[in-house]
């Protein structure tokens, strides 16, 4: 389903972001996507979302794979080998540059200690990962979760300049569909 131009939502373990730029990028992994694909962004390491990457991965031999290094522990234990084809993410010096499209990271460690959020503020997009959805929050009860975070994660990405969610998990929504007395800690 397209969701905003040239971006497509596929349905899998986790919402998988399809950008059909200059250069060819999927936000998470819990789809088996099929098609050419230069750039992974995962949102976080929970297994959900990298549900397929070595799928694809294998698939496009060439691909660069862009997660916070705070990370790299989950991945290994979710049995991902963090080979060199994995690069770090990093707020304020990580832009990735579709074409049209230009995302910068947000570091939001709560959900996960290394989750990131990726915002494009002259298209108004924010991939929101599992920090927030249209009607709650991500949960922060894993070992890997750092709570007291949360609330400035909530407050940080609010905050930003957007027209678009596109998050994790459930719908994508507009600022005016924000249930906000949801998106408490
Ligand atoms: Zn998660």
Redesign the pocket.
Known sequence: MEVADKISLFKGE?NTYYIDDKVKLLVDAGFDYQGKVDVILL??G?E??IKYLGAVMSRNPECQVFISLKEVELLNKNGVEVGKQFKGLYEGKTVIDTGKYKLEVIEVPA??RG?VAFWDGGNKILFS??TIFKDGI??TD?PESVPDFMENAVTLLLGLDFELVLP?HGKHFKPEDIEEDKLTT
């Open positions: 986790c949102t976080h929970h959900d979302h959900h996960t989750s990962g599992d991500g949960r894993f994790g």
